[in-house]
């Protein structure tokens, strides 16, 4: 398998702009996870999915954030409109009960 | 009180030493654990995870888990320069992972 799966790697935009970042869980994993990371803050959860449907957002930080999973094989995460606060890196993971596996990241810059 | 405490470190320890990495977490009902190494600029690699009480080995690495106390550890024998890292202590708690911010260990050649 070739892990979770996330694009873009980077990502540079302008204040206002609106930003999707993607992510391919492991094939068979029932959790999907949405994480952002920053010095400050550590790994926070953001939001996660059990069998595509949203469980808990209760760290989305507001509205300007939106999480959807069409599918069993596909996730994005929405920011819209964008600010410079939000930049950070952003981890999908999905779950086994062995534990999370982590996505390499989206590096996020908002100008 | 955080969910989960670690202490940020850096934690230096001399090469073939060993490091000892510490966890609190607040909520009883956690019901397993797991040790997460990151390097910089690189997401969190998942190295062990425990769920009974006491000790579980794999290699150079043993976790320790006190229910009791809340306590959970990570013990690295034979540190290596390659052990430098961030590592992150997670509890699993209705299938909600939460995170702690980290050690940051530092291995000295």
């Known amino acids: 398998d070739a892990g979770v799966i996330q694009s873009p790697r980077h990502e540079v935009t302008e204040m206002g702009q609106e930003v999707t970042l993607r992510c391919k869980p492991i094939s068979g994993h029932d959790y999907l996870f949405w994480y952002r990371q920053t010095m400050m803050r550590g790994l926070e959860l953001l939001i996660y999915?059990?069998?595509?449907?949203?469980?808990?957002d209760s760290g989305m930080p507001e509205d300007r954030f939106s999480a959807k999973m069409p599918n069993a094989s596909f996730s994005t995460l929405k920011i819209q409109p964008s600010e410079p606060r939000d930049s950070a890196v952003y981890f999908c993971a999905s779950s086994s009960p062995a534990g999370q596996y982590f996505g390499p990241g989206t590096r996020l810059t908002v100008l | 009180q955080k969910e989960v405490e670690q202490n940020s470190g850096p934690l230096s320890v001399p090469e073939g030493a060993i490091a000892s990495l510490n966890c609190t977490y607040s909520?009883?009902?956690?019901?397993?654990f797991f040790w997460y190494r990151q390097y910089s600029g690189k997401s969190p690699e998942l190295i062990m995870f425990?769920?009974?009480?006491g000790d579980k080995e794999d290699g150079r690495f043993t976790a320790q888990l006190n229910k009791a106390s809340q306590y959970v550890s990570l013990l690295i024998r034979d540190s290596q320069p390659s052990d430098s890292a961030t590592y992150l202590c997670a509890v699993n708690r209705d299938d909600k992972i939460i995170f702690g911010k980290g050690t940051r260990l530092h291995i000295l050649p």
């Open positions: 909520d009883r009902g956690s019901q397993s």
């Open positions: 999915f059990n069998n595509n449907v949203p469980i808990d």
């Open positions: 425990i769920y009974s009480n």
